[in-house]
């Protein structure tokens, strides 16, 4: 008579230790990528700012900086609540993106709204990889059973999606400056 093997609830719900270990390591490789992300940004950001003309720009860059700083010690307590400790790894997308930030500053007038223009662009870039990156990783967190890890990573990904919205509501009025004052 065969014997029969003990399964696990994991094994019995459909998931095998080979899929789960997979995917953990998916999602600390992911954190990992956005904690170096977000480091980054932290010294990005300040140049943005220096950069920027409006005050409604820098006043949106600034408080979304104080933000970012939180959003590294939260992720710090993310890699903590699963028992990891936190490393950064390069994220070559977070690195093209800020590289392109710097472009387009030096591609454009100092003191101008059309510079403001292209910072606005540049952040929004940045956002749109944050979002996504918090939603896959507040998504495979969710998956794994990470609960306070997905509610820490689900908090930034809130924040990001506001900064992206102030953004976009600050290019309103930036935009329509940079065409008068290029006319």
Known sequence: MPT????????????????????????????????????????????????????????TIEEHLGQTENQVARLERAFESIGEKAKAVKCEAMDGLLKEADELMKETDKGTEVRDVAIISAAQKVEHYEIASYGTLHALATTLGFTEAAELLKETLEEEKTADQLLSEAAVTINEAALQETN
């Open 4 to 59: 029969k093997t003990k399964t696990t609830e994991k094994q019995a719900a459909g998931r095998s230790p080979e899929a789960e270990s997979a995917l953990k390591e998916l999602f600390l490789d992911e954190m990992k990528d956005i904690y170096w992300a977000e480091q980054h940004l932290v010294k990005a950001l300040p140049k943005m700012m220096k950069n920027a003309t409006s005050d409604e720009l820098k006043k």
